[in-house]
């Protein structure tokens, strides 16, 4: 075989990184992707989204001859394991969808080869790798599938892939075997799960972290009710306090993994994931939690509100399914006018933040980027939930 590995989805936030893992640890990969600008920029050495170290390591890996990238789909015959990194989103009824692994079986069905070895790495709704295996069945190709879900954190996947141990489950000895020699180049940390453990697993850890955000927010919200400081309690409960010292801070919690598949853990349940549930009501609720707040201190309707930070979470430029999003639309209702501010995603009407500072009547840091922690505010008011301005003694207060 002329590669080791070809990853279909290879342009994505978690394609691209594996695939130049893999490629600087030695494995002859090839990336196949329908984005075909990211692919341009993929060959050009330009990395399409921010990655930590993610410029350096991909003209380094293009530089090893062992990173290709190809528009011939032909190349997925040629490669010993394929990897699936595809979006696996949820409908609009918030149950997962089968399309995009279904879309990309059907679509690269002629180029799979008999016996070889194909990798899912996407977060799957539980049971999908099965389904792989009789749609293969079905098709009469012999494949021997892998569960391989990916667990890093967006931006830092680079680091964390050899970080992290690589859960690796499969249906058949021989796919076992070949899916731990593959992921073992990327580290000796290995664990073995059954396929259905493996996608279980995974979903387990969105939702919990996804649970433990919202157990924060919720905290938060009956705090402020209350008239009591959040910031304070927050100390008062994790400083020095080891059982409370894994209580994550509040702020906006979303993005495209964590109510996607703990919204997957509800439909495999038919709604009985009630924490789950609970969490997304939280989480999803704290913009109206934000603008009530605002609207309970000034005449909201008269303001126009800047909005600090739109990607999805701090230091990173991806805007996709971000609260500042929801934000911005509830205020359209609430406030005279919003003005966008992030100093990563680049978005027509975007502006910088000291222009948002100068033209908004209140704030709201909705991202804790970290060049807000230097951000002049000019005696604008603030709400931070985030508590990333400097000295801020409470959510809510005017700024000097
Ligand atoms: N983003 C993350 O940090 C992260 C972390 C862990 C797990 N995941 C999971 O990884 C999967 C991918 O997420 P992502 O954030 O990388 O998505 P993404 O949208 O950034 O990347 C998906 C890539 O697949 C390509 N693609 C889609 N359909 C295709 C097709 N039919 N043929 C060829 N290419 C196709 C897209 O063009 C895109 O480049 C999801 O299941 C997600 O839940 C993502």
Not at 73 to 100: E, M, N, R
Not at 375 to 398: C, S
Request: proline content about 5%; overall charge negative.
């Amino acid at each position: 075989m002329k590669y080791d590995v070809c990853v279909i989805g290879g342009c994505g936030h978690a394609g691209l990184p594996l695939s130049i893992a893999f490629a600087l640890r030695g494995k002859r990969c090839v990336i196949v992707d329908r984005d075909a600008d990211a692919m341009q920029k993929v060959r050009d050495g330009v990395m399409p989204f921010m990655e930590e170290n993610g410029q350096e390591s991909l003209l380094e890996a293009l530089k090893s001859g062992n990173l290709d990238v190809r528009d011939d789909l032909s190349v997925i015959s040629q490669s010993d394991a394929v990897v699936l990194v595809v979006g696996t989103p949820i409908d609009s009824h918030l149950t997962p969808s089968f399309g995009a692994i279904d879309a990309v079986l059907e679509q690269h069905f002629p180029y799979f080869v008999e016996d070889q070895l194909v990798v899912l790495r996407s977060t799957l709704y539980p049971g999908t790798s099965e389904r792989v295996v009789r749609w293969a069945e079905r098709r009469g190709v012999r494949l021997h599938v892998a569960t391989c879900p990916e667990r890093i954190a967006e931006g830092f996947a680079l680091r964390e892939i050899s970080d992290l141990p690589q859960l690796v489950g499969s249906f058949s000895s021989e796919g076992l075997k070949r899916a731990v020699a593959l992921f073992s180049a990327l580290t000796d940390d290995i664990i073995v799960l059954e396929p259905l453990e493996a996608e279980l697993a995974k979903l387990f850890n969105n939702a919990w972290r996804y649970i433990k955000f919202a157990t924060a927010n919720q905290f938060f919200m009956i705090a402020t009710e209350c008239g009591a400081d959040f910031r304070n309690v927050y100390q008062g409960m994790t400083a020095r306090y080891p059982r409370g010292a894994d209580l994550p801070g509040p702020g906006f919690a979303a993005g495209p993994c964590l109510f996607k598949d703990t919204m997957q853990l509800s439909a495999l349940t038919n709604n009985q994931f009630f924490i789950g549930h609970a969490s997304m009501l939280v989480n999803e609720g704290l913009p109206q939690f934000v603008i009530k707040q605002m609207k309970s201190r000034y005449p909201l309707r008269d303001m126009t509100v800047g909005i600090l930070g739109m990607s999805f979470k701090a230091n990173i430029d991806d805007m996709r399914d971000s609260l500042s999003l929801k934000l911005r639309d509830l205020l359209e209702m609430e406030a005279k006018g919003t003005i966008c501010s992030d100093p990563f995603v680049h978005f027509p009407g975007f502006v910088d933040a000291e222009e948002a500072v100068r033209r908004a009547d209140v704030l709201v840091v909705a991202t804790p980027h970290e060049q807000y922690k230097t951000l002049q505010l000019h005696g604008k008011p603030v709400f931070d939930i985030w508590n990333v301005l400097p000295e801020q003694k409470e959510p809510v207060r005017q700024s000097s």
